[in-house]
């Protein structure tokens, strides 16, 4: 899996974040920028009909409407209806600026893989990448 | 690292390790279920994802293993073995096991558990040979059903996508079906069931939430205030006119009432709570017997207060591998018996009054009660006259005795020999009893009764010269006050010790004034002189301990009451006669009474003092019999020394003592005889009121190899002839030990100590 083109989606809503993530990401495959949660599981959900799921979604948690949190949980109950394995699940990195526990220890209940604090820390950010495979 | 996200890490952890514990054990039993595959991986996932985050790299390593093999399982790559549930239990051992390390000190620990990781990697790989033809044949089996199932998987995943999706058209159902038809049939199966539990479990989650049991421990200490205060205010508006008053402190009392029946909700648990980890235990310990054992609940969900929980879980994991080890037969034995290959071990809760009722029931061998017999006579706990003279059932209750293990061969799984004696005082520090039921041949059921809660509970308000006291209801079998003439007729004194008839029992007394040293005029006097009965009367509340009665006679009975226990200070503590204190409704303290504790003090545990239907100790009391001379010292302090000692009784005119090198000495048979005095060297200062000649000097004139020494007492009782237990105390110089000689606690003199002086 590893180089190529990944499937990336970036669910942010500040731009400064949001640019940031695209281009260190833009490295690694093909980035798609939404900056709500509603918009973020269409995106994500018609990628999985289309067969294409994510190989990796960025979601922010303090979103307008849905929060990252809930954008999670919907995701993982579709891929769980689909029967989804690990490897073809979407991995999701957190990326928020709350720092709490039950923010940090919830999202990781809901199925995210990755939990990176704001200011991104861009080595973080590889690491978890490299331990996943997709650098 | 954050160390506060840290231990909720760990708690919540811990918490998805126990789930993960049942889940696996049921997916043994249901090794099809997808919803438990699901449930277990995303535990582990979340387990996983964490570890990551917190940078914890083993735990993170193990758990992504485990993950992965659980992946493999749930796309039903590889199918579900028995080796791959052992292994992935013991994945849930060590994963606790590291979290225990992580939380004693805050970092990981070296070594990495390398077998077992391998173990998991191989279990992964292993089957990678097999899964096509597994496949196949499945699909084989299946398709038939794959095809008229079709309609209702279409409309599965329109429901889905209705729900999930807006405007994305998908034609892809077909094409998964015709992709992966086994799974996709087990997903029919399953998605109704994986929704209902999704949504009760959310609604769960939303309609509960966390908290810290320091601070349910908080409140339920401020309810208790607040009762406290409440009895005050009530017991102040029963003499208050005030109709207002009145009104205002009755709606006090309802919702003090509810609060605390509230807040002793909010510290409710489940028992279920302990139970959920018998069948892991049960499955483990089975394998290790080579037995095959099933555990069926009852009333799992009965509630039981979150510190009795805690106290309850090791005696019930202790009897329930003795069940498996020492009760349920091997299945061979089971099946030449007529019995199924499986036994079972029945485990039941239920509320009765303000106890609960817990029976471990188990349908193996029995005790075998010949083998308790021998096993006793053998160890020598009782002689086999007082043996032959017991029921099958005191037989059995045997066990229950210190030391006692039947197992022929020691496993290490029970059979230490600390056993029942440990569980049945585990028990018993909680307020709980057990008893033992057991048919040889059909199977054992013991019955623990246990408290609601411990914090509030009712007691009886006894007092003792004017002291009040509190015993707790639990231990109170019944009240009863003996008159005049009765106390000759119904009491009985034998070998010293004082017993009442009660109903064809001898109940074996014990006066609290004298165990507390706290004396009043009513049971003072039917002591000191039994043969004055005269218009005297006592009270006595009979005690219930282990399987013994004890009366313990006290000067007066008031009401019974919810009392909020609290623990003693720290100074009290070590004096181990009070389980607590509570305070009463106007404001003053009452001690409550361990009567466990006050029986041991008196000596009246000893089983020769125990009740016999005949009445008749004297067979029991076997013991070599000391003469002794009792005096008294002080108002309070009874001695003894041993007459064999004794060379002498002497009285002196006061007047006679001189001085000698610092020390009373006095001119006696041409020589000098070096005087002890007791209630100087004992700091005892009062003499007895009654003392009969205040100018007499009573000396005990002792016999020792150095010469001759007097015992200065206050008063020589008795010689009596006595077989006596001591109790020996530390810390407490110049006496031996103590024992009760005739019904008195008496302190047995350590000359040497004097003599160094």
């Not at chain 1, 939404?34 to 979604?57: R, V």
């Not at chain 2, 004890?550 to 720290?570: C, S």
Request: glycine residues 6%.
């Amino acid at each position: 899996m590893s180089n190529s083109e990944a499937n990336i989606l970036i669910v942010e809503d500040d731009a400064v974040t949001s640019k940031v993530l695209s281009s260190a990401l833009g490295l690694v495959g093909d980035c798609k920028v939404t900056d709500n949660g509603e918009e973020a599981l269409e995106i994500a959900f018609s990628a999985i009909e289309k067969n294409k799921p994510f190989d990796l979604i960025c979601l922010d948690i303090n979103l307008p409407g849905l929060s990252g949190r809930d954008v999670l949980k919907t995701l993982r109950a579709f891929e769980s209806k689909k029967g989804f394995s690990l490897k073809e699940s979407s991995l999701v990195i957190m990326i928020t600026a709350n720092t709490d526990k039950e923010s940090i220890l919830g999202s990781f209940g809901e199925g995210c893989e990755a939990y990176i604090e704001k200011p991104i820390d861009i080595e973080k950010l590889r690491d978890v990448l490299r331990k996943n495979d997709l650098l | 690292m954050d160390q506060e996200l840290l231990q909720e890490f760990i708690i919540e952890a811990v918490e998805n390790l126990d789930s993960l514990d049942q889940e696996l054990l049921e997916l043994e039993n249901n090794p099809q279920s997808q919803e438990l595959v699901n449930s277990i991986f995303r535990r582990i996932h979340t387990i996983k994802g964490t570890c990551g985050f917190l940078e914890l790299t083993k735990l993170e390593a193990l758990t992504h293993t485990g993950e992965t093999l659980l992946d493999s399982l749930r796309s039903g790559r590889i199918p579900m073995t028995e080796a791959i549930i052992t292994a992935l239990l013991e994945m849930l051992d060590t994963v606790r096991d590291m979290l225990e390390f992580i939380e004693a000190n805050a970092c990981e620990r070296e070594e990495q558990n390398e077998s077992l990781l391998a173990d998991l990697k191989r279990l992964n790989e292993e089957v990678e040979e097999t899964p096509v033809e597994k496949e196949q044949e499945s699909a084989e089996t299946i398709e038939e059903e794959v095809m008229s199932e079709e309609d209702e998987l279409a409309a599965l995943f329109k429901e889905a996508q209705e729900e999930y999706l807006k405007g994305a058209e998908g034609d892809t159902n077909e094409k998964v079906v015709e992709n992966e038809p086994v799974k996709e049939v087990k997903k029919v199966e399953k998605n109704d069931s994986v929704k209902e539990t999704k949504e009760s479990g959310n609604k769960l989650a939303e309609s509960s939430l966390r908290v810290d049991v320091e601070l349910v421990d908080r409140l339920m200490n401020l309810v208790g205030e607040l009762v406290l205060t409440r009895n005050q205010i009530l017991q102040f508006a029963s003499t208050s006119t005030d109709s207002a008053f009145s009104n205002t402190t009755q709606q006090l009392n309802l919702i003090t009432s509810e609060l605390q029946e509230g807040v002793m909700r909010t510290r409710m648990q489940p028992i279920g709570n302990v139970w959920n980890k018998f069948p892991r235990i049960v499955r483990d310990v089975s394998k290790a017997c080579n037995k095959e054992v099933q555990v069926i609940m009852e009333g799992e969900d009965t509630e039981l207060d979150k510190t009795i929980i805690a106290a309850i879980k090791d005696p019930l994991t202790h009897i329930i591998r003795n069940s498996i080890d020492h009760g349920i037969e091997a299945p061979d034995v089971r099946e030449a018996r007529g019995k199924d290959r499986q036994g079972t071990i029945l485990l039941s809760a239920h509320h009765e009054g303000g106890s609960v009722i817990i029976e471990i029931n188990d349908d193996g061998g029995g005790i075998n009660t010949a083998r308790v017999r021998d096993k006793a006579i053998e160890k020598g706990l009782y002689s086999e006259d007082v043996i032959e003279g017991m029921s099958d059932r005191e037989i059995q209750n045997l066990i229950f005795h210190a030391g006692f293990s039947t197992a022929e061969k020691l496993s290490n799984i029970s059979g230490r020999g600390v056993g029942m004696d440990v569980v049945r005082s585990n028990l018993e520090s909680i307020g709980g009893n057990i008893e033992l039921q057991s048919t040889e041949g059909i199977g054992t059921t013991l019955k623990i009764k246990i408290p609601l809660t411990l914090a509030i509970i009712p007691a009886l308000i006894v007092t003792q010269a004017d002291q009040r006291f509190a015993i707790p209801q639990v231990d109170l079998v019944e009240l009863f006050r003996l008159e005049g003439n009765e106390l000759v007729t119904r009491m009985e004194d034998i070998h010293g010790s004082v017993f009442i008839r009660l109903r064809g029992d001898l109940l074996p007394v014990v006066y609290l004034g004298h165990e507390l040293n706290l004396y009043s005029k009513v049971s003072e006097d039917v002591s000191e002189d039994v043969a004055d009965f005269e218009n005297k009367n006592i009270t006595v509340v009979v005690i219930k301990i282990e399987n013994k009665q004890y009366g313990l006679v006290i000067d007066e009975v008031h009401e019974t009451q919810e009392i909020v226990v609290k623990p003693l200070g720290r100074r009290l503590k070590d004096i181990n006669l009070f389980g607590g204190a509570t305070i009463m409704g106007d404001g003053q303290i009452a001690l409550i009474l361990d009567t466990m504790a006050i029986a041991r003090q008196a000596n009246i545990l000893e089983d020769k003092k125990s009740i016999s239907d005949d009445g008749n100790l004297d067979d029991e009391i076997e013991g070599e019999k000391t003469s002794l001379v009792v005096a008294d010292v002080g108002e309070k302090r009874r001695i003894a020394v041993e007459l064999d000692q004794v060379n002498r009784l002497e009285e002196f005119p006061i007047e006679s003592v001189e001085y000698g090198s610092g020390s009373k000495v006095i001119k006696y048979r041409g020589g000098l005889l070096k005087l002890i005095d007791l209630s100087e060297e004992l700091r005892l200062d009062s003499k007895p009121e009654d003392a009969e000649n205040p100018d007499e000097l009573k000396v005990i004139v002792l016999n020792e190899s150095s010469g001759l020494y007097g015992l200065v007492v206050d008063r020589v009782v008795d010689i009596v002839d006595e077989s006596v237990t001591l109790q020996s105390w530390e810390n407490c110089s110049g006496v031996r030990g103590s024992a009760v000689v005739q019904g008195k606690v008496t302190d047995f003199i350590d000359l040497n100590h004097f003599l160094q002086m």
